[in-house]
């Protein structure tokens, strides 16, 4: 079964500093993995995705993720926070076969102080 | 197109009510996909629309919950005789055709609290 885990519930960063929110998946295959965002009485909004063709996926708002077969991971990164940044961030693995919804990782709530 | 919309935001039921709410997707997408989120966790996968067509449904759907499609735009999810554990924000999202990297385009949301 495809899933993907975030390790930190709640990530707290300065203004400026950088942000690395993480996230592990399982899979016997090459997943097809997501990040998404979702402020306040929201819906998710995509950030940025993997598609194979390159490691190194660049999203929006300055976000970007690295695909890390070796590891698992697809953790996603940001230079420099901004208070705009603080919201809840889902990794997400889509299976390669014939389903076609989204397994959801339990969400990273970030926080950023000024 | 101004994206998913999804109507009631909010819905506050007693227990034992039926409640149903209505998600219209953008226009040119054929699939249509419900999420169920509770407070401190992901979106759960519930059901899943090919244009009419339901074509997938996860067993977290029991049979209190039913969701249509009838002219393959918009859908209802309806839950039956509603209990406390069913208090969540239900999502629902849509995308076009296409292989998985297709994006999917979440809604708002409408958010349940069952008293």
């Known amino acids: 079964a495809q899933s993907v885990t975030q390790l930190g519930s709640h990530v707290s960063v300065s203004e400026g500093a950088l942000v690395l929110l993480r996230c592990n998946y399982s899979?016997?295959?090459?997943?097809?993995l997501f990040w998404y965002v979702q402020y306040p009485n929201q819906g998710l909004q995509l950030l940025l995705k993997?598609?194979?063709?390159?490691?190194l996926v660049k999203g929006i708002n300055g976000f970007e993720a690295e695909f890390k077969k070796s590891e698992t991971s697809f953790h996603l990164t940001k230079p420099s926070a901004h208070m705009s940044d603080a919201a809840e961030y889902f990794c997400?693995?889509?299976?390669?076969?014939?389903?076609?919804?989204?397994?959801f990782g339990t969400g990273t709530s970030l926080t950023v102080i000024p | 197109d101004t994206g998913v919309s999804q109507d009631p935001r909010h819905k506050i039921t007693k227990r034992g009510q039926n409640v149903t709410f209505r998600c219209d997707p953008i226009?040119?997408?054929?699939?249509l996909y419900w999420y169920r989120q509770t407070l401190g966790q992901g979106p759960e996968f519930l059901t899943y629309?090919?244009?009419?067509?339901?074509?997938?449904k996860s067993r977290l759907l029991s049979d209190r919950f039913s969701a249509e499609r009838p002219k393959g735009s918009f859908s209802t999810l309806e839950i039956q005789r509603t209990e406390q554990g069913d208090s969540a924000m239900y999502l629902c999202?849509?995308?076009?055709?296409?292989?998985?990297?297709?994006?999917?385009?979440f809604g708002p949301g409408t958010r349940l609290t069952v008293t």
């Open positions: 899979s016997s295959v090459p997943p097809y």
């Open positions: 993997y598609t194979s063709a390159a490691t």
């Open positions: 226009s040119e997408h054929n699939r």
């Open positions: 997400a693995v889509r299976r390669s076969n014939t389903g076609n919804q989204f397994y």
């Open positions: 999202a849509s995308s076009s055709s296409g292989g998985p990297l297709n994006e999917q385009y």
């Open positions: 629309f090919q244009n009419e067509a339901q074509l997938e």
